[in-house]
C-alpha cells in the first residue's frame, strides 16, 4: 500500500515555474514507478511524465518535453515535477500515482495502482 500527496501547486504567470512534490509513504518507493498527470476541466486525464523506480529512465508527454523535468529522491520518498516556461494551457490539477514500471505505455492512467489527491496549477497573466 502507498499513499501519496502532491504539493507545491498555485497561480503563476505564463513563463514562470513551479516545482511540484510527491510525498510517499507505505510500502517502500523505489518498488514503484511514478507518473505524473493532468486533468483540465472537460478535458480527459493526460499523461505528463513517468519515472522508473530507480531513476534510470524518464518519459515525457510531447508538449512538456525540453519545459518539465522529472527527478526523485527514494531515501527522501519523495518524486519531482518541474515545470518551466509555463504556458496557460499548462493549467489542470496535477496528479502523481504509483505503478510497477512507465514502460511504452507509461500514459495511460489505468495501469496506475495508487493515486494522490491532487494540485491544483494555474498559469495566467
Known amino acids: 500500500q502507498v499513499q501519496l500527496v502532491e504539493s507545491g501547486g498555485g497561480l503563476v504567470q505564463p513563463g514562470g515555474s513551479l516545482r511540484l512534490s510527491c510525498a510517499a509513504s507505505g510500502s517502500t518507493l523505489p518498488s514503484y514507478a511514478i507518473g505524473w498527470f493532468r486533468q483540465a476541466p472537460g478535458k480527459e486525464r493526460e499523461g505528463v511524465s513517468c519515472?522508473?523506480?530507480?531513476?534510470?529512465?524518464?518519459n515525457y508527454a510531447d508538449s512538456v518535453k525540453g519545459r518539465f523535468t522529472i527527478a526523485r529522491d527514494n531515501a527522501k520518498k519523495t518524486v519531482y515535477l518541474q515545470m518551466n516556461s509555463l504556458k496557460p494551457e499548462d493549467t489542470a490539477v496535477y496528479y502523481c500515482a504509483a505503478s510497477w514500471w512507465c514502460g511504452s505505455t507509461w500514459y495511460t492512467p489505468g495501469k496506475y495502482i495508487y493515486w494522490g489527491k491532487g494540485t491544483q496549477v494555474t498559469v495566467s497573466s
Open positions: 519515472i522508473s523506480g530507480s531513476a534510470g529512465s524518464q
